[in-house]
């Protein structure tokens, strides 16, 4: 017997027996969905605040549409539990973003109900787009949602998806998610206007009071008519302009209040009848029925497990690269003035939380919006300024013809703090970080770090930002340190003990190579370990060190294609590569890092078979 | 004497004396730049029409400003070349994208006016932006100012600058240049937007005459109130509300008649006055005062050389890749349903005009929005349609977050047709496109064909449709083909003559590789040349070939980090990879081949230099 058999939920046959129900007994399905949110999260992480936004919306949209006919495209992802559970993945859902268990996104390989992958923000409306082209060619009358967070308004990708969506002429459907924050707080000018849309509680009846106003007293009709003669269709335009996604092409349906599952199913219904592009716009509560996260949805958007009553971690995390990181940039900028330092809506996982208070003005939350952050930053090189930009490995790849276009051809001299660089665990596929260095050294001026310990990084960091020239990346890993090995204040560090075989990697990977050694000298193997602190460019001195073994293995936590170890084979025929051959599931580090041949163990297997393979 | 002298421009000390002279002398100077300008690119070739359309916007921008302390951000900079005549570059006019001579674009390192490096669109906001926050740093008054064109407007990043910039409390502003065509046509919701923006003709003017009309008229008082009462500020933001620029934030002047230099300089004034972000809307007509390029301004967007009189081109290019790429695609098209064509910007330029003439409703043009164009596409195959996106190379660099989280992952079948793959000439550094086979290499699930001809591309293109998988990239250069080598049907072709020396290489390098081998031959030295067609992924029977020879050069037109020679060499050692080693300037294609090592000869000398060195 499963945990999950005390729940109604476990007996329905789903989703299309959300629509044999009545409203009450929908209602509530969300109550105990809710308490399977927080139930299972408080045992696995996850995304908890965000979820529990979306429980009325999700079951409103699977009792309006028909999935998985209609499609739905979940933004990011991390509001799609509800979607999970509403889809039949209940049996399944305590192995939540645990190893060969559900993913914490939306991946069509899990679930013919998830239309398409999700992880990154603001994909969701050309992907939709894309369903939505595809079934009116085949004259196919579904529909195709997108629905998306505000937080998701802030990147670029999301435009270009409006404005190709408001004039196709297609069933699509844009649900945005109105909750007042991304994944720190919403940022700019759109989240501004968002919030004032969020506020009127009545948008289309006041809209209609002014048009029937106007139409039925003839007073005005002479101003008015002279204003249309003269101006055409501008009085028009003004007085019927509404929202800003009325200018781009969408019927507009909202705000619907995203608790009351009867205005949302009649909103949604509306919308299904269209028949044409429409905008929804939905408030939520992020959070909404458990209190500790409503009260701070911050703390409670991606978390480990805790405490149910308290809403308490079971682990404080109290120190980690990204808090050392954020540390010692404050450290530096208080030396520094020419120092700022950037964010894409990640200000408080990316450590910059303290530098944010202690230079409210001379730091930037540029919203998820990377590719912006580049070319910002370019500017601000551009007038003497040093910009730090702490970024998330896998959403660095957004801004990659920025790097090349904006910074690289200047040569102009910023810094890419590169967070959750290497193998990230349980956020799976779409976030582990490896591919930042295949990216970076396929671009000119270009210098990377990849420090292995705390002192590392901080050491690190202020060369960055003092003694080096054009683009300096510095990348670590996601949580926190384990090990140190070897000195800290060079570029590399050779540990030699005369053997002819070298292993050489960089970062968290330099204490499993010193076990791995450990492990080769109880059997009588010898080997000679290289540490690279400067992983990138190539350096002539390390070589000189690499050419004098017979045999150097070169492992790295990276795709193994644009590596720094297949760089170094290029010009080194001793050296052999060894890094990840293709996309990493999610699993916990230990694991992936096994998996992949680079735990302890499988480096020191992986020596042994190469030593004796002549 | 400079044949430049003639002209008044020639004496003045610019920009400075702008700000000295009459309007009138003003508009006589428009006309002398407007000579200059058809003048000019009659002979070097160019962009004409966007030039002709922003004479008197940056005569007003140079007379209302004070550049270099006030900074001027051109987006893409192919409308600047007016700017260029008007901070003191009219002697070397003549150079224009010539060897050593002006860029076609903006460039830091030609001019301290030239603030920021341009190519690619949409990102002058967020540069500008960088420039702003700087100024506003160090309490610098001088403003900051971004020029756009429309086409820009349906680019993501444009918005993520908005975004950012509308609420920055900074001298921002933008000037939108909106003469209603990017370089095909304007696409989407915000294209039509801008048009209906543009044809009010007073549209403060009329905003006022309501806001006049209900303020004096006491009846329509009372459903106002009431509504007001009922709606918060809901009344006043229907009423009020105008632009979708001024719910970014920004302060809105326009439209503007943009060859109307008093009210340019009135409203520029008034922007500059405002000392807070504003967003100024300029209307312009293309080619303006040069019949033939109003008259069909898409034709001298990007011109060759052509005779002033008639406008006519002085060669017309019959034949080029890209139209046998277009015409092929619109063949397969005819037998396969599942085939739609997709553009950013660029239906006439990739040649994709046929297709689009031919299939309507499977043809996409998605704006200037490579993200896009991208994350649509896995939309479509996950739909099971095959999406053929016809992109230049070096623009494909916007797109690569997407290649990896919305094709790579999930392994969907998207064709890329990539244009403009390799040097490209007179467009320089940001067009060059040297990139595409690191960012993809980079990537997991791609193929790479690179062909050598028209036959060879043909070929291709339909195994790519027909019998690839997942992420199939199809490159070949920009303008026609020009000699033909060796067998088009398969993978590879081995041209063997029994030499020990082996010249790999692969798409136009091919013709150049078979001239070394005549060279060389004439220098009784012997080789054999390997044409590859699929480049990627690394292939056995390849590997096999090459590891039978004592010394292989592998040629590439490819920046060397990330390419095909680097990652042969580095499993077979014998190879040795010539490749780009930076960014490669403006200049003929010739000349910078072979300056970059990749012409006949210097392929040669090369060739000869590692036979002898050992």
Chains 1, 2 share one sequence.
């Not at 699977?62 to 209609?70: A, L, N, Y």
Request: proline share 3%; aromatic share 8%.
């Amino acid at each position: 017997m499963s945990a999950f058999d005390k729940y109604k939920l476990s007996s329905m046959d789903l989703p299309k027996d959300l629509k044999k129900i009545s409203a009450k007994e929908a209602s509530e399905l969300c109550s105990e969905i809710r308490e399977i949110l927080i139930d299972t999260v408080s045992k696995t992480g996850g995304h908890l605040a965000s979820n529990l936004g979306t429980v009325e919306l999700t079951m409103a949209i699977h009792r309006v549409f028909d999935s998985p006919k209609d499609k739905i495209v979940w933004d990011v992802g991390h509001q799609a539990y509800t979607h999970k559970l509403l889809t039949g993945r209940l049996d399944s859902f305590d192995t939540l973003r645990q190893d060969n268990g559900l993913s914490g996104f939306c991946r069509p390989n899990e679930s013919i109900h998830d239309a398409f992958i999700s992880g990154h923000s603001s994909t969701a409306v050309s992907a939709a787009l894309g369903i939505a082209c595809a079934m009116k060619a085949s004259n196919d009358k579904h529909h195709a949602i997108a629905v998306v967070g505000d937080g998701a308004a802030t990147g670029g990708l999301f435009f270009e998806g409006l404005n190709n969506a408001g004039k196709s002429e297609t069933n699509i459907i844009v649900i945005m998610n109105c909750n007042e924050m991304s994944i720190s707080k919403n940022v700019g000018a759109v989240a501004k206007y968002l919030s004032q849309l969020r506020t009127k509680d009545s948008y289309h009846k006041t809209k209609s009071v002014v048009e029937r106003a106007l139409d039925k007293t003839p007073v005005v009709g002479k101003p008015i008519k002279k204003t249309i003669r003269s101006s055409k269709n501008a009085f028009k335009d003004i007085l019927l302009h509404s929202t800003m996604f009325e200018d781009f092409g969408f019927e507009f349906v909202g705000p619907l209040d995203g608790h009351n599952l009867a205005e949302l199913e009649k909103g949604l219904s509306a919308a299904k009848a269209m028949n044409c592009p429409v905008f929804v716009h939905v408030n939520t509560i992020k959070g909404k029925g458990y209190p500790p996260a409503e009260k701070n949805p911050g703390e409670f958007h991606g978390v480990g497990s805790f405490e149910i009553k308290t809403g308490n971690p079971d682990v404080v995390t109290t120190d980690s690269y990204s808090s050392v990181f954020g540390l010692e940039l404050t450290e530096l900028a208080k030396k520094n003035k020419r120092i700022v330092a950037m964010t894409a809506a990640m200000k408080y996982a990316t450590g910059l939380d303290t530098f944010a208070k202690t230079f409210p003005d001379r730091f930037y939350d540029v919203g998820i919006a990377e590719q912006h952050a580049v070319t910002f930053s370019g500017g601000l090189a551009s007038m003497g300024v040093i910009p730090v930009f702490a970024v998330y490995s896998s959403f660095l790849q957004r801004a990659y013809d920025q790097i090349i276009h904006d910074l690289s051809i200047t040569n102009y001299h910023v810094v890419l703090g590169i967070d959750r660089a290497g193998i990230v665990g349980s956020d799976g596929e779409t976030h582990q970080g490896i591919f930042d260095v295949g990216l970076l050294t396929s671009i000119p001026n270009t210098s990377i770090y990849s420090p292995s310990c705390y002192d590392e990084l901080k050491q690190c960091l202020k060369r960055a930002i003092e003694n080096d020239k054009g683009i300096v990346a510095v990348r670590y890993p996601r949580g926190s340190q384990k090990q140190t090995f070897g000195d800290v204040s060079s570029d590399y560090y050779l540990e030699s003990c005369g053997a002819d075989t070298l292993i050489v990697t960089y970062g968290r990977l330099c204490s499993n190579a010193a076990r791995a050694k450990g492990i080769l000298n109880n059997k009588d193997i010898k080997c000679d370990i290289l540490k690279l602190v400067k992983i990138y460019p190539i350096s002539d001195e390390i070589l000189d060190i690499i050419s004098k073994y017979k045999k150097v293995i070169f492992f790295e936590e990276s795709y193994i294609r644009g590596g720094i170890g297949e760089k170094y084979s290029s010009v080194c025929p001793n050296v052999i590569p060894v890094a990840i051959t293709g996309f990493v599931r999610h699993a916990p580090v230990d694991v992936l890092l096994d998996e992949n041949g680079l735990s302890a163990e499988k480096m020191a297997m992986k020596t042994e078979d190469i030593i004796n393979a002549t």
